[in-house]
Nanobody, 125 residues
Framework: QVQLVESGGGLVQAGGSLRLSCAASGRTFSSASMGWFRQAPGKEREFVAAIAWVGGTTYYTDSVKGRFTISRDNAKMTGYLQMNSLKPEDTAVYYC??????????????????WGQGTQVTVSS
């Protein structure tokens, strides 16, 4: 079992930056690929970024490439999403998620088994 708690959301002006954190508990975090998703009002939850449990492979949705960076620190059992050059269309609730151990990264919500409660990110124009 992995439990996830996000933090770091808030209100920021367009062009600004935020860093989201995802604190994990559970011994399997270091072997779990993790991802970030977001959901805006009235829209479906969408994939943002993912990082593999081994090797450092990362994957991003096109709209955040070059602006967002996903990373993880297994010693601290924490994942991160650094968001730069934020745009109003990035406004959403952001969720971190983890897969069961030793699975490659995924890009759909159905591939993830553990979820945090979400943190609100609001970008003003």
């Amino acid at each position: 079992q992995v439990q996830l708690v996000e933090s770091g959301g808030g209100l920021v002006q367009a062009g600004g930056s935020l860093r989201l954190s995802c604190a994990a508990s559970g011994r399997t975090f270091s072997s779990a690929s993790m991802g970030w998703f977001r959901q805006a009002p009235g829209k479906e939850r969408e994939f943002v970024a993912a990082i593999a449990w081994v090797g450092g492979t990362t994957y991003y949705t096109d709209s955040v490439k070059g602006r967002f960076t996903i990373s993880r620190d297994n010693a601290k059992m924490t994942g991160y999403l650094q968001m730069n050059s934020l745009k109003p269309e990035d406004t959403a609730v952001y969720y971190c998620a983890a897969r069961r151990p030793r699975l490659r990264i995924g890009s759909t919500p159905d591939e993830y088994d553990y979820w945090g409660q979400g943190t609100q990110v609001t970008v003003s124009s």
